[in-house]
């Protein structure tokens, strides 16, 4: 008779504990061996271990867009907590729709563009009078029946008070709005403004030689280049500055890098995809060697024999399978 298969796949989670066990065994030590003091030793590494990933590439999932809502003549804008690098940005500029009329509680704030005048949504911007919260997006041919079109976290998606958010389903409707996911929440929102028709232009990043070098750095227009300033934190210098056209119909589009999140307790679970955890165990036993004085020696050599051909083959995954282009600037021979 046949074996039959599970019928599931990825449903079984890797928590802290289990990668710290398979570490340690990898390296000979028995479950008696791996003391309170080693568990910690392992966390800390473990954590080290993940970070310094980003030295080598980014993860696709660690991709993140954010929305950064320009000031008039500001040039300086920081990046959300853990951003390691900016991957691209883009200057979007915007179309205000205004709808006929707009109703506010705190349930719920909808728009109505009036009969026979379905219009297509493709982003919000929510000024936040308190914290943010969860929201779902909707839209209704009627009033009536609605549906979801976009779920947000309440994660920060820009700077400031201000929030920007893509619609993905667009469809053209009368109705729109936005309510909390929770019925224990209330909007608190000081105003909103609905938009369509946006347009995205790369924006140049430059060196920090260029950026230096500049004599005019105030200079009021549209900020099409950038620098990004890597420091402890990361944020972002535009230039030039904003001025009141850019203010008020533009928004910033970045692409940030950051790092993976936090190792947390011993019962949560890495944010690492099923293809990463043989790579990541294996990593942390080369790192958990140096201080481990019971590992046997054949196997750190096993280790770290194995260690190159397995990070190699995880960056390798780590692609989209899209044709590739080159882009050749020939901009300095041809001025």
């Known amino acids: 008779m046949a074996l039959s298969t599970t019928g599931t796949v990825q449903t079984s989670g890797w928590d802290t504990r289990t990668v710290i066990d398979r570490a340690y065994g990898a390296l000979g030590l028995s479950p008696q061996q791996i003391t309170s003091e080693k568990i910690d030793i392992a966390h800390d590494l473990l954590g080290i271990t993940l970070a310094d990933m980003l030295n080598t ?106 929030q920007y958010y893509d619609i993905k389903n667009q469809g053209a409707q009368r109705y729109w709005q936005a309510v909390p996911q929770l ?43 950038y620098w990004v300033n890597r420091t402890l934190g990361c944020e972002i210098r535009v230039w030039p500055e904003p001025d009141s056209i850019t203010v008020s119909s533009v928004v910033f589009y970045i692409w940030r890098e950051r790092y993976i999140m936090d190792v947390g307790s011993l019962q949560q679970q890495l944010e690492v995809p099923t293809r990463w955890f043989w790579t990541v165990i294996i990593q942390l036993a080369d790192a958990l060697a140096l201080c481990t004085p019971e590992a046997k020696p054949d196997r ?28 050749v600037n020939i901009g300095p021979y041809t001025k």
Do not use: H
């Open 57 to 162: 590439s980014v993860p696709l999932w660690c991709l993140e867009k954010t929305f950064v809502t320009p000031i008039l003549g500001q040039a300086t804008y920081p990046m959300p907590a853990g951003t390691n690098d900016i991957n691209r940005a883009f200057y979007r500029s915007l179309f205000n729709i205004t709808p006929a009329t707009v109703t506010s509680s705190p349930t719920a704030l909808q728009y109505d563009f009036g009969a026979n005048n379905p219009t297509l949504v493709s982003m919000w911007s929510i000024t936040y009078n308190g914290p943010l919260i969860p929201l779902f997006f909707q839209s209704s041919p009627d009033g009536v029946t609605w549906t979801t079109v976009e779920t947000t976290n309440n994660f920060n998606l820009g700077s400031g008070p201000t």
């Open 300 to 327: 750190i050599q096993m280790v770290q024999a194995r260690l190159p051909g397995m990070l190699k083959n995880l960056w390798a995954s780590e692609r989209d399978r899209a044709p590739v282009k080159y882009n």
């Open 183 to 225: 019925s224990s929440n209330v909007l608190s929102i000081a105003s909103a403004s609905l938009w369509n028709t946006p347009n995205d232009i790369q924006m140049y990043r430059m060196n920090k030689d260029d950026y230096w070098n500049m004599t005019n750095k105030s200079s009021l227009g549209r900020p099409l280049q």
